[in-house]
Antibody
Framework: QVQLVESGGGVVQPGRSLRVSCAAS????????MHWVRQAPGKGLEWVAL????????SYADSVKGRFTISRDNSKNTLYLQMNSLRPEDTAVYYC?????????????WGQGTLVTVSS | QTVVTQEPSLTVSPGGTVTLTCASS?????????ANWFQQKPGQAPTTLIY???NKHSWTPARFSGSLLGGKAALTLSGVQPEDEAEYYC???????????FGGGTKLTVL
């Protein structure tokens, strides 16, 4: 069965860095576009970033561009989000999700999320 | 800045039918926006219901359907069940530097 398991969340001070990970299993990881989506407490979903199959194409939301870096290691079936210069407004649950781009832009599975809290 | 708009809240009776919509600030939503719809229950991660405007996953209950309606993407629930009470989000594809934008979500109450 497909599993996406996020880890690495925690409490971090403003201006500091944190890396969250998403371990994937149950599907051919390298065949999927991968996304990070976040949800601030009590708020809606916000798309954060995506990375294509071999990692050579990445896109970011304006709110994180220049501060966050998405990457993947297909040999480890793992997705990463490096978050630098963190701000209180980055406090959110961070979800990873997979997308099968067969012409339908087919989102499929989501992880359970990892909570990142930016606070002094 | 692109804005995707959903009804903030809707109420439906058990067994009834309700349609949730998803509008784009850029104009009419077409099949080229590849609308995806997600369900999120309190304290849980989202689950994907619909992709490519109207395609269901194997796990999507038959009472859920996606379509285009009046220049918007739409999610219709027919024969609503109490367990359908949840937040529903649409996601539209715009391509370019920021390819995906979520709607603000619709809180569906079954009462």
């Amino acid at each position: 069965q497909v599993q996406l398991v996020e880890s690495g969340g925690g409490v971090v001070q403003p201006g500091r860095s944190l890396r969250v990970s998403c371990a994937a299993s149950g599907f051919t990881f390298s065949n999927y576009v991968m996304h990070w989506v976040r949800q601030a407490p009590g708020k809606g979903l916000e798309w954060v970033a995506l990375i294509l199959y071999d990692g050579n194409v990445k896109s970011y939301a304006d709110s994180v561009k220049g501060r966050f870096t998405i990457s993947r290691d297909n040999s480890k079936n793992t997705l990463y989000l490096q978050m630098n210069s963190l701000r209180p407004e980055d406090t959110a649950v961070y979800y990873c999700a997979n997308e099968y781009s067969n012409g339908w832009f087919r989102f499929e599975y989501w992880g359970q999320g990892t909570l990142v809290t930016v606070s002094s | 800045q692109t804005v995707v708009t959903q009804e903030p809240s809707l109420t439906v009776s058990p067994g009834g039918t309700v349609t949730l919509t998803c509008a784009s600030s850029t104009g009419a939503v077409t099949s080229g926006y590849y609308a995806n719809w997600f369900q999120q229950k309190p304290g849980q991660a989202p689950t994907t219901l619909i992709y490519g405007t109207s395609n269901k996953h194997s796990w999507t209950p038959a009472r859920f359907s996606g379509s285009l309606l009046g220049g918007k993407a739409a999610l219709t629930l027919s024969g609503v069940q109490p367990e359908d009470e949840a937040e529903y989000y649409c996601l539209l594809y715009y391509g370019g530097a920021q390819p995906w934008v979520f709607g603000g979500g619709t809180k569906l109450t079954v009462l």
